[in-house]
């Protein structure tokens, strides 16, 4: 009976122990901060995340940004974000999606959000 | 056809609703991570007992350990589909979500096969042998469920 209990306790915390590995912004390179200074070709002022689409080198990224009520929290609003605003986006590649960013920050007129 | 329904669900209202809404999606989440806990915790209080062999122990608080999992269970039906439909065709392609529902239908089998085995079991003892079997592979299957379910958004 106790050996029972154990085992599924084991298994339970070895299982848990799999799963963080996915923890937090996992599916990011961290080692890899950039920047991309562009005008909004798109934005998609939703939850769980906000994306906007900027042109870098060539190619459209999808920028992830915060919950949207995080960042209204923070001053910033979706008329903020119309098309064709220039924002600075600070963060990290997707280790799995091409041309995905995750934002640690995004800059507009000389103003810094935190998306973290 | 599944791909048609992901989009369907994607593009209704209450998908609509669940993106644009600021509150919906946050609430939502917020009420099934409490669903999770009522439905988990009840399930744990009573299968321990079981797996101690405490069967009228767990008897005794079986009626409690049912209403606590039953609002549980309703808070997660209820605020499952809202997250779901906010990025329906993402989740529907996500293999933590698909192996969360794998999950979810093992736990439901396992308890599902127990009583329409063994109705009376409270009723009439002595108890069937199989409880702790039952009682074992349910702490085991709705721990891992929750676990599934937090790292759908990290896969």
């Known amino acids: 009976m106790h050996r029972q209990l154990t085992a599924a306790l084991l298994f339970t915390l070895g299982a848990t122990v799999a799963a963080s590995a996915h923890h937090g912004w996992g599916s990011y390179d961290t080692a890899k901060k950039f920047t991309i200074e562009a005008a909004i070709d798109m934005i998609a002022w939703q939850n769980p995340h906000a994306h906007v689409m900027l042109k870098y080198e060539n190619a459209t990224w999808e920028i ?21 605003t220039v924002i600075q ?3 990290y590649p997707s280790t799995r999606h091409e041309h995905e960013m995750r934002a640690e920050r995004i800059t507009i007129d000389g103003k810094v959000y935190e998306m973290r | 056809m599944w791909d048609a329904l992901l989009r369907g669900l994607e593009f209704s209202s209450l998908g609509f609703a669940a993106r644009s809404w600021t509150w919906l999606y946050p609430l939502a989440n917020l009420a099934h991570v409490l669903g999770a806990t009522f439905l988990v915790g009840a399930i744990l209080v009573f299968d321990i007992q079981l797996l101690r062999n405490r069967f009228e122990l767990a008897a005794s608080i079986s009626r409690t350990a049912l209403a606590v ?17 906010a990025e329906a065709t993402a989740f529907g392609r996500n293999p933590i979500f698909l192996a969360k529902m794998v999950l979810i239908l093992a736990g439901l089998a396992n308890l599902s096969l127990y ?8 009723l009439q003892p002595p108890i069937p042998a199989n409880a702790r ?3 074992a592979i349910s ?12 790292s759908i958004a990290y896969v």
Do not use: D, Q
């Open chain 2, 69 to 85: 999992a039953a609002t549980g269970l309703a808070l997660l039906i209820i605020t499952g589909p809202i997250m779901f439909s």
């Open chain 2, 115 to 122: 009583h329409w085995a063994k109705r009376r079991v409270f």
């Open chain 1, 89 to 91: 986006a600070e963060g």
């Open chain 2, 133 to 135: 079997f039952h009682a």
């Open chain 1, 64 to 84: 992830t940004l915060a919950p949207i009520s995080r960042m209204e929290r923070r001053g910033l609003s979706e008329a903020m974000l119309k098309t064709g």
């Open chain 2, 139 to 150: 702490a085991t299957v709705w721990i891992l469920a929750v676990i599934a379910g937090r």
